[in-house]
Every structure is written in C-alpha cells, then in structure tokens.
C-alpha cells in the first residue's frame, strides 16, 4: 500500500463531493470534535454550514481558529482524507451580508435534507438562534491510498 499526497485540486474534488465532516475547535486548551454537515464553495474558498447555537458556536466566536477533516473511506486499504485548516466567520443577518448568506443558501439547496441534523438540537423541538457561518479555508492537505500493482496480492493476504 502506498500513501499519496493530493494536489490542492484534488482536495477540492473531495470537499466538492463530501457533505460530512468532523469539525475541531477548542477553547482553554480543550479540543472538542463534533460531526457537522458542509456545503464546499470553490468560489469563496470556503466551506459553509450551521449550526444551533451551543457548545461548538460558543467555542468558535471565542476562538475562530478550527480544523475540519473529511474522510471518503471503502476499507482500511482505499480511503481519502482531507483536512482543512480556516477561521470561523458567523454570518449573520445584516445586510452587508444577504450575498453571502445567499451563497450559502445556495448551495445548501442543492442537498436533499439539507437542514439536518443541523437544525436539531437534542431534546428540544425548536430551532431558534440558527447560526450560519462558514470556515474561511487558509489551508487544506489531503492524502489518498493505492496500491502498487505487485503489492496488492501481498496486502490482500496479510489483511485476510
């Protein structure tokens, strides 16, 4: 098996092709990982999403520095990450921002269900204080596997 760098053309495939990620930010030196669901917008060189406010939009407007990976994976032999580094920006309702939000929107739009599980906050049937924002992407690495053609039947047989 060999691992392969992605070219940053190739990072935006997966961001263009992925809705899922694992979004890291922390706060007094205490990382916190949660799931969230993206929209990649290869224009802005951003990812949007939302959130209701809690825990993760707490952390972020205390520090905006944050890290998300994206994982494309069939099996312990051929999978693709990607790993984004950016700042949050919380978009909010002013009118300096109806473009943005209609970007996000946007894009959100060409997803089927778009909405969850963003929009639902555990035990409550309310979805105010909806936030959008996006992660303004200062850098992405990404990394893939493959196989050599020799070395497949040994990584098979060492895997079984």
Request: proline fraction near 5%.
């Amino acid at each position: 098996m060999h691992i392969h760098e992605l070219t940053p053309a190739e990072c935006a495939a997966v961001l263009t092709r992925s809705t899922l990620a694992r979004l890291a930010c922390c706060r007094m030196n205490q990382p916190y990982v949660v799931p969230v669901s993206f929209a990649y917008d290869p224009r802005q060189a951003c990812l949007f999403s939302f959130s209701a406010i809690g825990k993760k939009v707490e952390w972020m407007r205390e520090n905006p520095s944050v890290c998300l990976e994206v994982e494309d994976i069939d099996d312990r032999f051929h999978w693709t990450t990607v790993v984004v580094f950016g700042k949050y920006d919380e978009i909010g309702d002013a009118p300096e921002n109806r473009d943005v939000r209609q970007r996000a929107l946007h894009l959100f739009n060409d997803r089927s269900r778009w909405w969850l599980p963003g929009a639902a906050k555990p035990g409550t049937a309310d979805h105010q204080g909806l936030v959008i924002y996006r992660i303004q992407i200062d850098r992405m690495t990404g990394r893939r596997t493959g196989r050599s053609d020799d070395s497949s039947a040994a990584d098979e047989k060492a895997a079984g």
